[in-house]
């Protein structure tokens, strides 16, 4: 297996949404316009958080999109104006390494 190593400019992005819809919906968006090559929407999970004082629950949708890092702020900007949460999660996690091949499929759907 050929790997690329350390700090490929890929991001994984991690948005909650409170439906499989909303998730769909946000996932089509940046599909659309090519801010990432593809989505994974888990759930319904259990999310347990702080929220305005107060320890809060609430069953969610999880989207695991593959982006480029240079694309974030294009894909925060996005989710920001379609998700229905007065502060959505929108975080992006180091690709660190990757299947070669996996990597190079991946730069193909994107800007």
């Known amino acids: 297996m050929s790997v690329k190593n350390l700090e490929t400019p890929y991001v994984i992005i991690l948005v909650t949404t409170s439906s499989k819809m909303e998730a769909e919906n946000i996932a089509q968006g940046l599909l659309e316009k090519r801010l990432i090559a593809c989505a994974n929407i888990i759930g319904p999970v259990s999310s347990h958080f702080h929220w305005h004082g107060n320890v ?14 240079n694309l974030f702020k294009d894909v925060s900007e996005h989710v920001k104006i379609v998700h229905s ?20 499929w991946l730069s193909v759907g994107l800007k």
């Not at 809060?56 to 890092?69: G, T």
């Open 56 to 69: 809060e629950h609430a069953e969610e949708y999880l989207v695991l999109m593959k982006s480029r890092l």
């Open 85 to 104: 949460y007065e502060i959505p999660e929108i975080l992006a996690l180091p690709v660190i390494a990757g299947d070669q091949q996996y990597l190079g």
